[in-house]
């Protein structure tokens, strides 16, 4: 019986080795893989915001971790690819020019997203403080003491876009044929994080690498293209095939590279 256990975990650890499956993921968390797939001097969509008035809107803020109606500045964002929503920011910004800044700065940088992490974006939320953002609810949630962490760590659009993944693909993939095929025929999850909450994040977590290694493969170090490609190559086929819009972003080099099997 012990000869057998032994046999068996020697095969078991060949296998491993063979095809690159881990027990434990990659990554943490993929918002922190590499701070250069999209920065600040990536172009932007975001045409303006117009301010339409005060008005009251239910906005959900963490600093509560609950909804919250408030009489928000509201300003009409709209991008070049023919997107809009809606910017609702916090009365504590003290006026329309102070809430005017945050629309500005904000929009400005969610405009550096791919259309298809818009198409669903209907509003945007900004409240101070240092909380997470969110997703979801055709929305984007932004803290902006939490932004400024992420700013200065320079993963803000990072985090932007896996924000955006809920709020644009989640209900259309997370819980499709195709996308639970690749998530059962890879032997990993890109982070621990995905691992943790598989039907919650996994898609958002997936969604940055893939656009790393097919959208910025020259801004990104082999060693992490190798790694995102061996741990989720089903996933990295499943988007691969989805044919997203990416504009604004550089379509050179997609497809560049081949899939890990």
């Not at 690819?81 to 809606?86: P, S």
């Not at 996994?202 to 690498?209: G, Q, Y």
Request: net charge negative.
């Amino acid at each position: 019986m012990q000869i057998f256990l032994l046999i068996s975990l020697a095969l078991l650890v060949a296998c491993e080795s063979e095809t690159g499956c881990k027990s434990n993921p990659p990554f943490s968390g993929t918002i922190f893989i590499d701070k250069n797939i999209i920065t600040s001097t990536d172009s932007s969509t975001f045409e303006g915001a117009i301010y339409s008035g005060a008005g009251q809107r239910e906005m959900f803020d963490r600093r509560v971790d609950g909804w919250v109606t408030l009489n928000a500045y509201l300003f009409d964002a709209s991008f070049n690819d023919g997107l809009v929503c809606e910017i609702q920011v916090n009365p504590e910004f003290g006026s329309p020019d102070g809430a005017l800044a945050e629309a500005l700065k904000y929009g400005e940088e969610i405009g550096r997203l791919p259309t298809v992490l818009r198409k669903d974006l209907e509003t945007v939320w900004i409240h101070m403080g240092i909380n997470p953002f969110g997703g979801g609810n055709n929305n984007i949630l932004i803290h902006t003491g939490q932004a400024s962490e992420y700013f200065s760590e320079g993963i803000l659009e990072e985090t932007l876009v896996h924000e955006a993944t809920h709020t644009s693909l989640e209900s259309g993939h997370a819980n499709s044929n195709g996308w639970i095929t690749a998530q059962n025929s890879d032997c990993n999850f890109i982070s621990s994080y995905a691992k943790d909450y598989p039907k919650r994040e996994d898609l958002a977590e997936s969604f940055l690498p893939w656009l790393a290694v097919r959208y910025r493969s020259n801004s990104i170090s082999e060693d992490l293209k190798e790694t995102i490609l061996k741990a989720i190559p089903n996933r990295i086929e499943y988007f691969d095939s989805q044919f997203f819009n990416m504009y604004p972003i550089n379509t050179s080099s997609v497809l560049n590279d081949s899939v890990y099997h």
